[in-house]
């Protein structure tokens, strides 16, 4: 998946205004422009269509966690410059606070079942020899079920 198709579904699933967006980013330590917001939520033939950086989406789920659980003693964390789906599930796992039994419900509102093995091997190191790349339908469907889950 797209950084900015994750943005669009969040955006729909939590009901975000682009200025709720830029403040979002804001919590992260990050100051971003509106206009580029807007740019990253157009479909891609849109001609003022842009590419969400890695980095950008990253600190945008750094705020998102902010928002939601609170903000942490210490420093702030620091945004990773390369993004994988295993990474995006793991930052909205801490953002909603979910357990596995959480994930695997919102999991079953989409449609899709996966076991406490499967799903722990998704929030493994990669050095691992039981982690598992998190494949676009699985973050697909965990998307799907968030919507089903706050957007019914």
């Known amino acids: ?33 509106t206009a580029e917001v807007t740019a990253w939520l157009k479909k891609d033939d849109d001609p003022w ?52 039994d959480d994930i695997q419900a919102v999991l079953q509102l989409a449609g899709l079942t996966i076991s406490d093995h499967e799903l722990s091997a998704l929030f493994r190191k990669k050095g691992h020899k039981h982690y598992r790349e998190c494949k676009d339908q699985i973050l697909r469907n965990f998307l799907e079920g968030l919507r089903h889950k706050y957007r019914p």
């Open 1 to 33: 998946m797209t950084n900015n198709d994750i943005l669009r579904r969040l955006r729909y699933i939590f009901d975000l205004a682009d200025t709720k967006i830029v403040s979002i980013f804001g919590l992260a330590g990050s100051e971003i422009e």
């Open 49 to 100: 269509f842009k590419s969400c950086p890695d980095i950008k989406m990253a600190t945008f789920l750094n705020g998102l966690i902010v928002a939601r659980r609170g903000k942490k003693d210490g420093p702030a964390p620091i945004a990773e410059k390369q993004l994988n789906n295993n990474m995006v599930l793991r930052k909205l796992k801490i953002a909603m606070d979910f357990k596995s």
